[in-house]
């Protein structure tokens, strides 16, 4: 697995800078912009930053928010929650359990017919796909 940076300079050397905001200062990208929100292949989702496994495609699920959506993640270890009232509201930030790399958002009760009933929404470009042979 990808070694994790140490300082923010490495991160800027690291990733682009879409991928910089994204991930280490929690901007969000453009609805319908990103690379999987139509996506159907099957695979793994790995953080973009440091590789960790995140989702796996048979926990994607139309949403038609303008971003990837899942119901759960791989792994219950593979992302941190954490309370964000940044923008006059209280969300819920979903971070990268092994980078702390800002991943998106979930959201709960929306009345998905998924069997989590939550809404992992998730910025494309915090995700790289390997799909499955």
Not at 65 to 87: I, M
């Amino acid at each position: 697995m990808t070694p994790v940076p140490k300082t923010e300079k490495e991160w800027r050397e690291r990733l682009a800078p879409e991928e910089y905001a994204v991930l280490r200062r929690g901007a969000t990208e453009q609805p319908w912009s990103g690379d999987y929100v139509s996506t159907d292949t099957v695979g793994v989702y790995r953080c973009r930053a440091c590789g960790a496994e995140l989702f796996r495609s048979a926990e994607k699920f139309e949403s038609h928010c303008g971003w990837p959506s899942f119901h759960d993640p791989a792994d219950t270890d593979a992302v941190t929650l954490h309370e964000d009232r940044a923008l006059g509201m209280i969300r819920t930030e979903v971070r990268c359990a092994r980078c702390d790399s800002h991943l998106g958002h979930v959201f709960h009760g929306e009345g998905y017919p998924t069997p989590t009933d939550d809404r992992y929404c998730i910025n494309s470009v915090a995700l790289t796909l390997e799909a499955y042979d």
